[in-house]
């Protein structure tokens, strides 16, 4: 053989033996990175997981509660108040403390809390369902009152406009005060 074909044979051979050589290596980083992907994508905050994922296992990723209790105003330090009478001037956050002598926090940007500055609500023994965020935080799905065991919706109505409302307050089309109302479930 000639120089010029062991200089050849040596290039194919070093040639072919860094493909196999590259090809182990992806191979390697393959089964490396599959399960470390894996893990990553569980990691991700459900939402991230869900654009990559078609199905999310998790939901939306907050946990359904339904809790009895009573809902008390917050003090500007997060404290809860005697909030039986009057207390929506002082602050516009609520807790929501369980029967089971638990306490949670309704999340501030949840304008479903205003049907807590009636004192009616306040007093008495409320359902709330609500989707559990960290922290013990609630944010309302639904208020109910319970009245001898029994379920009843709460709501606002006008009866000029026949203009339901979840939050107390003025009819958005007459102007005049929104009836407190309880329904039996
Ligand atoms: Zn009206």
Redesign the pocket.
């Known amino acids: 053989m000639s120089g010029f074909q062991w200089t050849f044979l040596f290039a194919m051979t070093s040639f072919t033996g860094s493909r196999a050589d590259r090809f182990r290596i992806e191979a390697a980083m393959f089964r490396f990175l599959v399960p470390l992907l894996t893990i990553l994508l569980f990691q991700m905050p459900p939402s991230k997981a869900a654009a990559l994922a078609p199905i999310s296992l998790q939901g939306d990723g907050h946990t359904l509660a339904v809790i009895r209790g009573r809902a008390v105003c917050l003090d500007a330090a997060g404290g809860a108040v005697e909030s039986l009478f009057g207390c929506a001037e002082a602050t516009s956050r609520f807790g929501f403390a369980s029967k089971d002598g638990r306490f949670y926090k309704f999340l501030p940007s949840d304008t479903m809390t205003a049907v807590f500055t009636d004192t009616r609500v306040r007093q008495r023994e409320l359902q709330v369902t609500a989707r559990l965020h960290a922290g013990d935080q609630l944010e309302i799905i639904k208020v109910q009152s319970v009245k001898e065991g029994k379920l009843y919706d709460i709501f606002y109505y ?1 009866e ?2 026949s ?1 339901t409302a979840y939050t107390p307050g003025l ?6 005060e929104l009836e407190f109302r309880e329904k039996p479930q």
């Open positions: 006008c000029v406009c203009i009819c958005p089309c007459c102007r005049n």
